[in-house]
């Protein structure tokens, strides 16, 4: 009886410990989820419930719609090009963002060059990453001007003999700011791989080198899978916010001309802002999220499958 | 329910945040919070002492000026609506003016103004909707035709155009790409579609047409149609600047600047501009071309800085009293002094039209036409010029006929009325 | 060819492309840099010139000459500052949780972290004002941080939670058999072994909060609250912009994150990680 007691009670004590240790996780966690909750999540759902009102904002009794705004903007034409034009200027952005990234990132890390001389070209190549967006847009509108630099060397080495407006005509407007934003973004990747490339440890080299493998082969079946990890999340979160990308669209071509370069981004701004249809610049923002999700989803099945 | 929870859920959060502990002073003067982009734009100090002057005729009144950029003013304003946080004057574009009317976001001038048994004899423009006045213009930007003299001497050009074709011709002539220099430049970039306002469709203005009709949009008509058409003709004949379809008005101006431009309508706001960043730059103002034969007065584009009361302010008689500050004679002359502005007061004279002779002759400009920008007071005005940029680019561009594209812009016009 | 030989055309080809790809990332900030000693009418100038005659550092006497502007540096290197500690501390914390625990909700939690940031921000604005007015922290520092810190905390949370991922449990291990506590295994050897992901992220997230424009204007009023890149934008006037300064302000703006990017550098290095996974 006594013994009887005693176990309920070692038992009782055993599940409060297994309570408190299954907490121990979410203690860590809870910084985290209390900020995200209050400043993110609660923010979204306003932005969903936007999405399901005739019009807020502009209302004063804005009535529930239910999905209309979502029809409506699903059929709408140039919601197609703003997708299409988004998908090409983010999957170009995101493949070049990695193979210069991961380049440069790879002849910085060559032992063959004294510490001095790449920390100097650690230095420039980070260059194009630490500016605000606004400044990159401006700046590159200077240097791709008719009148600008890029034009001026262009007729001087005799590339061309006319000038050509980089940002003004409807066939090159959409792959120069795809340009600029590769241009602008491939840093994020080479400092975050630079840092991949010190974690891997020296002897997988030194005992593939004795092996016999060459260079490519150590590429291949050392590098490349021991950075996997990264380059999954970068790819993933590079996707996510090269879809947001709007200032420097905005202030380079403002989605001209002639809607070559209108993105989801500069459409949802454009909805918001300009003709103040906040309801159907929500539902906009929602259909971004709902394919920002599709990548991050098969991004957390990859990551399952490499934790087992 | 759903709601219930939401704001349920908002409501501890404010309780959570109000006992961390912020405090409201009490205070026994009244401080006006007054929103605009002036500030920025005038000679460093000069609006603030306005200010001072208004606080020292006005004990118990203070005036705490926001300043940010003119780009995202709007954005601004329509956020600090919802909120709950407008300040209680604010500047405005009237461009956005029907917008925020709209969202009942600005108050009613009219009520403020009979309260304060104000004589508006003196306002040179109200813009007023359902019978209300909602915004007032505090001094105006008008766009005349900018001339370089040098380069029009050069081509062999001995009078500044004033009809159409002369123009097409100066431009005609101007025009050398070997040397690098156009007859006209032309912004059309779609991030600021008021190039449609105050490089296209000022030409139609300037001839006494109309792009409205009984106040609902009307493209089709013959004027908007000959505008259109002459401009394609400019387009075509080659004497536009490259670069249009980007272009700015930040970046038109450093292409007159740099002497690669012969004409272009611009802002007065740029005559200093101009001086500042070229002294030797020899040039001169003149009014829109007209179409040939056009006899009547001709219709200048303007921008304006305009001024609103939030519908929300604590203070309006205060807030009234700051705009009838800004728009009496003393100040007004003043402000338009240091802003390089046309008054808003009837009766104001800004110094430099009787000292510097290029004011002189647009303040001769202005006189002679009357001011126009149909775009004020239109509701999304800004998303009108886009559409119809929209519509203007692949028709210079020769992929959209004419009657497609004025067909397209006024169907999207008229969405919205 | 002799291993000497082939080392050497090796040296030389990894120069060239250091060379090529210096060009190719540097020209612009050289561009800009030299636009910055510019007069505003030379900087449209054609043909176009590197230095000009007008070469001065008027630019940035006006920049700095300005207390308005100096106030706006002093808020962005306090409100960065801030952000990069806290959002390490808190990432840290949520990284090691993921990758060392197993439990529940804990595949969607990860999907949530990561949706929250795929909502684009401008959308977000109005809503995010208001509850920021509602939380009365409306023009405080604290209104930016924390917004900054939502911004990059799902980025410092993937990236912490990877770099947990690759350090062997062996080492956390040894701690707990030497008596110590988990927590101590996470402070005294895990994060001194990640430090060079931490920096990493860290310099990402200093850049963001350096960089960030809209809701540093949106919700802040004061001028004494602006950072440097509405200041910059308050370059941008309604018919002109001052470019010289916008660039001098750009160039003086990049200077503490390159410092930052410098100092920290010895970090990425070779051999540091590798030596102590091997310890």
Not at chain 2, 354 to 383: H, I, K, R, W
Not at chain 3, 66 to 85: A, C, W
Request: glycine fraction near 6%; hydrophobic fraction near 50%.
């Amino acid at each position: 009886m006594i013994a009887e007691k005693q176990m309920t009670h070692r038992s009782k004590k055993r599940s409060l410990r297994n309570i408190f240790i299954g907490l121990v996780p979410f203690a860590y966690l809870s910084p985290s989820i209390l900020l995200l909750s209050v400043l993110a999540i609660l923010p979204i759902a306003m932005v969903f419930r936007y999405s399901l009102m005739n019009n807020v904002i502009m209302e004063k009794n804005p009535v529930f719609v239910g999905f209309a705004n979502y029809a409506k903007l699903l059929s709408d034409e140039v919601f197609h090009k703003a997708f299409a034009n988004t998908m090409y200027f983010t999957a170009m952005s995101v493949i070049f963002h990695l193979i210069l990234g991961l380049g440069f990132a790879l002849l910085l890390n060559t032992k063959l060059l004294p510490q001095m001389t790449r920390a100097i070209f650690r230095v420039i190549y980070v260059l194009p990453w630490v500016f605000t967006a606004t400044i990159i847009a401006i700046l590159w509108r200077l240097l791709l001007n008719p009148n600008g630099v890029i034009n001026y060397l262009i007729l001087v080495s005799g590339l061309s003999s006319e000038k050509i407006e980089w940002l003004s005509s409807k066939e090159l407007a959409l792959h120069t700011v795809t340009f600029i934003n590769i241009w602008s973004g491939y840093p994020f990747y080479m400092v975050s791989l630079l840092a991949g490339l010190q974690g891997i440890p020296g002897e997988y080299y030194e005992a593939a080198t004795i092996d016999g493998a060459n260079g490519r082969q150590l590429f291949r079946y050392i590098t490349l899978p021991q950075l996997k990890p990264i380059i999954l999340s970068l790819a993933m979160l590079d996707f996510i916010w090269t879809m947001h990308q709007f200032t420097l669209i905005w202030m380079t071509t403002g989605g001209g001309p002639l809607r070559v370069t209108e993105m989801l981004s500069t459409l949802t701004y454009k909805l918001a802002f300009s003709s103040y249809k906040f309801s159907q610049a929500s539902a906009s923002a929602f259909i971004i999220l709902a394919l920002s999700l599709i990548v991050a989803l098969f991004y957390v099945r990859q990551q399952r499958a490499t934790d087992d | 329910m759903m709601k219930g929870t939401f704001r349920a859920f908002l409501a501890l959060l404010v309780l959570v945040a109000a006992s961390l502990g912020s405090q409201t002073f009490a205070q026994s003067d009244v401080t006006l919070e007054f929103t605009q982009w002036w500030e920025p734009e005038l000679p460093d100090g000069a609006f603030r002492a306005l200010m001072d002057e208004f606080e020292a005729q006005n004990p118990g009144i203070k005036v705490e000026l926001i300043s940010g950029p003119y780009s995202s003013t709007k954005e601004q304003v329509i956020a600090g609506a919802v909120a709950g946080t407008m300040s209680d004057v604010v500047g405005l574009d009237g461009a956005w003016v029907s917008d925020f009317v709209k969202q009942g976001s600005i108050a009613n001038l009219s009520d403020l103004m009979a309260e304060a048994a104000y004589d508006d004899s003196e306002l040179a423009s109200q813009i007023q909707l359902q019978g209300g006045t909602y915004m007032i213009p505090v001094v105006n930007f008008v766009y005349p035709v900018f001339v370089n003299l040098d380069l029009l001497a050069e081509a062999g050009i001995d009078a500044a155009p004033t009809t159409r074709s002369e123009f097409a011709d100066a431009a005609a002539k101007l025009t050398n790409p070997d040397n690098n220099v156009y007859g006209w430049v032309l912004p059309l970039s779609m991030e600021q579609p008021n190039g449609i306002q105050n490089d296209v469709m000022s030409w139609l203005w300037a001839s006494g047409g109309s792009m409205m009709k009984d106040g609902m949009p009307d493209l089709t008509n013959d004027g908007v149609r000959q505008t259109a058409e002459y401009i394609k003709g400019l387009w075509d004949a080659g004497v536009i600047a490259p670069g249009s379809f980007t272009m700015k008005e930040q970046d038109k101006v450093e292409e007159f600047v740099n002497g690669r431009v012969g004409m272009m309508i611009s802002s007065l706001a740029h005559i200093n501009l101009i001086r500042e960043r070229n002294p030797d730059l020899n040039f001169a103002i003149t009014a829109l071309p007209a179409a040939d034969g056009y006899t009547g007065k001709r219709g200048l584009p303007y921008a304006s800085w305009g001024i609103g009361v939030s519908a929300n302010s604590e203070h309006p008689a205060e807030a009234w009293k700051l705009v009838a500050f800004l728009m009496s004679q003393e100040t007004n002359s003043k402000l338009s002094s240091i802003a390089n502005a046309f008054p808003g007061n009837v009766n104001s004279t800004p110094d430099f039209v009787q000292s510097d002779e290029l004011f002189g002759a647009a303040f001769q400009v202005f006189q002679d036409g009357y001011l126009a920008n149909e775009f004020t007071g239109l509701p999304v005005a800004e998303d009108l010029m886009r559409a119809f940029d929209e519509q203007f680019q692949p028709y210079l561009d020769g992929s959209q006929s004419l009657d497609d594209s004025l067909n397209k812009a006024q169907e999207a016009w008229m969405e919205n009325f | 060819m002799t291993k000497k030989a082939s080392i050497r055309t090796a040296r030389l080809l990894v120069i060239l492309g250091l060379i090529l790809g210096a060009i190719f990332s540097g020209f612009p900030i050289l561009w800009m840099t030299a636009s910055s000693f510019k007069s505003n009418m030379e900087i449209f100038a054609f043909p176009p010139r590197l230095i000009t005659e007008s070469f001065s550092f008027n630019a940035y006497k006006v920049v700095l000459g300005d207390p308005e502007k100096r106030r706006f540096f002093l808020n962005s290197y306090l409100v960065s500052g801030l952000v990069t500690v806290l959002t390490l501390f808190v990432g840290t914390l949520a990284g090691y949780s993921f990758s060392r625990y197993k439990f529940r909700f804990k595949k969607a939690l990860n999907v949530i972290i990561i949706g929250v940031q795929a909502v684009p921000p401008i959308t977000l604005l109005i809503p995010y004002f208001s509850l920021i007015v509602m939380l009365k922290l409306y023009n405080t520092y604290a209104a930016l941080v924390l917004t900054y810190m939502v911004f990059t905390l799902s980025y410092a949370i993937i990236m912490m939670t990877g770099y947990f991922n690759t350090l062997p449990r062996e080492l956390d291990e040894a701690v707990l058999i030497d008596g110590g506590s988990r927590f101590m295994a996470l402070w005294r050897v895990l994060v001194p072994i990640a430090l060079p992901g931490m920096v990493a992220t860290g310099i990402y997230t200093f850049m963001l909060a350096w960089n960030e424009f809209l809701f540093a204007l949106t919700l802040t009023k004061t001028i004494d609250m602006r950072t440097v890149p509405v200041g910059i934008q308050m370059l941008m006037g309604q018919h002109s912009y001052e470019w010289n300064e916008m660039m001098a302000m750009s160039v003086l703006g990049c200077l503490p994150v390159l410092i930052l990017y410098l100092f920290f550098q010895r970090y990425f290095m070779a051999g540091m990680t590798a030596g102590s996974v091997k310890g």
